[in-house]
């Protein structure tokens, strides 16, 4: 029994710094979050497709930190004779001496609140975008009206008249 017990305390100290760098992989997730509105305000093209090549190659490398979790998590699992599903921080503040159980509860509090933090700027990205989409739907509609509905121009006599058959923008070369 005492060796199980050692054991889930070695595993948690190998959660906890896993969990550190869950928490530095939120806190970037903010930065850049913060960094995607700006260049989007910016109209900064070239520095936005940089940025999204960044995010997507950190994507790929934090796949594999995902997975050591998940296997730290079936190993205290295993060792607490429970499914990996039951692992979850409260369970194992339960369970935990005092000081452990203090680091867990740290650990724990930082990511609701980061988490929740990443909600609200997570949102406000995706109203910024979505709202940049809306106005660039209204001008682009507005753009091919406006070649649908032909010029108006005055005729010799005064009266005006629409000539329709002239394209918005010429294509000829």
Known sequence: MKETAISVEDKVDELLTVLDKDIQHIQQSLSRLDELRSLV?????????????RIRDESDSYRSHELKRQSIRKEIASALGCGPDKVTLSTLEARLSNVKREEVARKKAELISLIKKLK???????????????????????????GNTGTVYYGSKGATKRQSDMAFVNLQF
């Open 120 to 146: 609200r700027e997570h949102l406000s990205t995706a109203l910024l975008l979505s709202e940049c989409a809306r106005i660039n739907r209204m001008l682009l509609k507005d753009v091919f009206k406006l």
């Open 41 to 53: 305000i910016k109209r900064d093209d070239a520095a936005l497709g940089k940025l999204l090549e």
